[in-house]
T-cell receptor
Framework: AQSVTQPDIHITVSEGASLELRCNYS??????LFWYVQSPGQGLQLLLK??????LVQGIKGFEAEFKRSQSSFNLRKPSVHWSDAAEYFC??????????FGAGTTVTVRA | NAGVTQTPKFQVLKTGQSMTLQCAQD?????MSWYRQDPGMGLRLIHY???????DQGEVPNGYNVSRSTTEDFPLRLLSAAPSQTSVYFC??????????????FGQGTRLTVV
């Protein structure tokens, strides 16, 4: 069965420090991978997506993610975190034409 | 442009009551879906629709009904609410069903409590 694992439930990072959020997937075919962000009280917003090609993907708000097939990972990174990046982050895999399977999410706290 | 609009934002129900969560989008998207979000479980797909008159079940459909009479609207009905349905519900839409082609746009959610 397809699954998405986000090993870190909660991460605290200082403003200006780098951030990396981990995502591992289990899927038999070539995956279509996504990262979404959910700010408090809001819906989900797409940060970036990977379909094929270059394994380093650039997204909005200064985020990037790298697809590593050998590790079944799609980790999200940001070089310098801003206080506004405090949110919950979800990794998702497109498991067929119509369905997204989401990880449990990672909550990011940014301290001054 | 309103995007995806969900109503109500908050709702408290008693066990056994019924209600309908509304979802409307003004982007002429073909594909719409309902998810529920529970702590530690991410989002799970309840039902989805690939166009007017066509719906199908997701991974957690029990206790929920949907219909899609127009492109714009995709209501989610709880026939007899149970405490296990306490959750935050999100509606999403995309231009086409295939996630590999399009971005899913999410509403702001409905926080439902069943007592």
């Amino acid at each position: 069965a397809q699954s998405v694992t986000q090993p870190d439930i909660h991460i605290t990072v200082s403003e200006g420090a780098s951030l990396e959020l981990r995502c591992n997937y289990s899927y038999g075919a070539t995956p279509y991978l996504f990262w979404y962000v959910q700010s408090p009280g809001q819906g989900l917003q797409l940060l970036l997506k990977y379909f094929s090609g270059d394994t380093l993907v650039q997204g909005i708000k200064g985020f990037e993610a790298e697809f590593k097939r050998s590790q079944s990972s799609f980790n999200l990174r940001k070089p310098s975190v801003h206080w506004s990046d405090a949110a919950e982050y979800f990794c998702a895999v497109g498991i067929n034409d119509y369905k997204l399977s989401f990880g449990a999410g990672t909550t990011v706290t940014v301290r001054a | 442009n309103a995007g995806v609009t969900q109503t109500p934002k908050f709702q408290v129900l008693k066990t056994g009551q019924s209600m309908t969560l509304q979802c409307a989008q003004d982007m002429n998207h073909e594909y719409m879906s309902w998810y529920r979000q529970d702590p530690g479980m991410g989002l799970r797909l309840i039902h989805y629709s690939v166009g007017a008159g066509i719906t199908d079940q997701g991974e957690v459909p029990n206790g929920y009904n949907v219909s899609r009479s127009t492109t714009e609207d995709f209501p989610l009905r709880l026939l007899s609410a149970a405490p296990s349905q306490t959750s935050v519900y999100f509606c999403a839409s995309s231009l086409q069903g295939r996630p590999l082609n399009t971005e899913a746009f999410f509403g702001q959610g409905t926080r439902l409590t069943v007592v």
